[in-house]
């Protein structure tokens, strides 16, 4: 068993069920914590708080790092998941002492992409999310071999969008559209790091999380085949090995 717990963050527009397929051979080799993030699953959003952050989302999994007298863990995190690894590796590097970034990036979001965020955001404030986010999104984040050849996990996929709220889709798609750049960051890393993704990753491709390992001292990238957005889903085997790596 690993001395370092494990924490992994879920991606946008899912929950915590997105580690599922990983859950139990990662937990043979670690203690393995997945909590939903704020606004998301079964994470309620605050009454009350200003402009949405993932600052406070990396708050967050402090506070329960705190609450479970944990010092030190092997962090990581899938795509918004990844944004709030990074957030949390800026407000507390000592906190940290293993980095997994799963199809994610280190760049701010470009004017284009924060519209498109904002516009979402709106969309899921005034009409909620039924009928439309899962079907914009899927084609986004599952590779075309997912698509064409494995309809459970597109179904899989499909039903975590469909049960989020859109209050928290709102809050989440804001929160990104505010998210600082992280790549000077990333040269700062001195702990064991792995970056995985998808070969079939529109949203975040391969030269994207090229560029992630290049950044990181030390990093091994790891390209899983007829993978797309979401590789824990769609290629689990490969990312718990590519995960094994860091884990000490």
């Given at each position: 068993?690993?001395?370092?717990?494990l924490?992994?963050?879920?991606?946008?527009?899912?929950?915590?069920?997105?580690?599922?397929?990983?859950?139990?051979?990662?937990?043979?080799r670690?203690?393995?914590?997945?909590?939903?993030?704020?606004?998301?699953?079964r994470?309620?959003?605050?009454e009350?708080?200003?402009?949405?952050?993932?600052?406070?989302a990396?708050?967050?999994?402090?506070?329960?790092?705190d609450?479970?007298?944990?010092?030190?863990?092997?962090?990581?995190?899938?795509?918004?998941?990844?944004?709030?690894t990074?957030a949390?590796?800026?407000?507390?590097?000592?906190?940290?002492?293993?980095?997994?970034?799963?199809?994610?990036?280190s760049g701010?979001?470009?004017?284009?992409?924060?519209r498109?965020?904002?516009a979402?955001?709106?969309?899921?404030?005034?009409?909620?999310?039924?009928?439309?986010?899962?079907?914009?999104?899927?084609?986004?984040?599952?590779?075309e071999?997912?698509?064409?050849?494995?309809?459970?996990?597109?179904?899989?996929?499909?039903g975590?969008?469909?049960?989020?709220?859109?209050?928290?889709v709102?809050w989440?798609?804001?929160?990104?559209?505010?998210?600082?750049?992280?790549?000077?960051?990333?040269?700062s890393?001195?702990?064991?790091?792995?970056?995985?993704?998808?070969?079939?990753?529109?949203?975040t491709?391969?030269?994207?999380?090229?560029?992630?390992?290049d950044?990181?001292?030390?990093?091994?990238?790891?390209?899983l085949?007829e993978?797309?957005?979401?590789?824990?889903?769609?290629?689990?085997?490969?990312?718990?090995?590519?995960?094994?790596?860091?884990?000490?």
């Amino acid at each position: 068993m690993s001395e370092l717990p494990l924490v992994l963050l879920h991606a946008y527009p899912v929950d915590a069920r997105m580690w599922d397929t990983v859950r139990a051979p990662l937990a043979e080799r670690t203690r393995l914590i997945t909590p939903d993030l704020r606004g998301m699953g079964r994470s309620p959003l605050p009454e009350s708080g200003g402009e949405p952050s993932l600052d406070d989302a990396a708050r967050d999994v402090l506070a329960l790092l705190d609450r479970l007298e944990l010092d030190r863990v092997v962090l990581g995190g899938c795509s918004m998941g990844g944004y709030v690894t990074l957030a949390l590796l800026r407000l507390a590097p000592e906190r940290v002492g293993g980095l997994v970034l799963v199809d994610t990036r280190s760049g701010a979001d470009t004017d284009e992409a924060r519209r498109n965020r904002l516009a979402v955001a709106h969309r899921a404030d005034s009409e909620g999310t039924a009928g439309w986010l899962a079907e914009s999104m899927v084609p986004a984040l599952l590779g075309e071999t997912t698509r064409e050849r494995r309809p459970e996990v597109v179904d899989r996929v499909r039903g975590l969008i469909e049960q989020q709220s859109p209050a928290g889709v709102a809050w989440a798609q804001r929160a990104m559209a505010a998210r600082a750049d992280s790549t000077q960051l990333l040269r700062s890393v001195s702990v064991p790091s792995v970056v995985v993704v998808g070969e079939e990753d529109a949203v975040t491709p391969p030269e994207a999380a090229r560029a992630l390992a290049d950044a990181i001292p030390d990093a091994k990238l790891v390209v899983l085949p007829e993978a797309g957005h979401l590789t824990p889903l769609e290629e689990p085997e490969g990312v718990v090995e590519a995960v094994s790596r860091v884990l000490h």
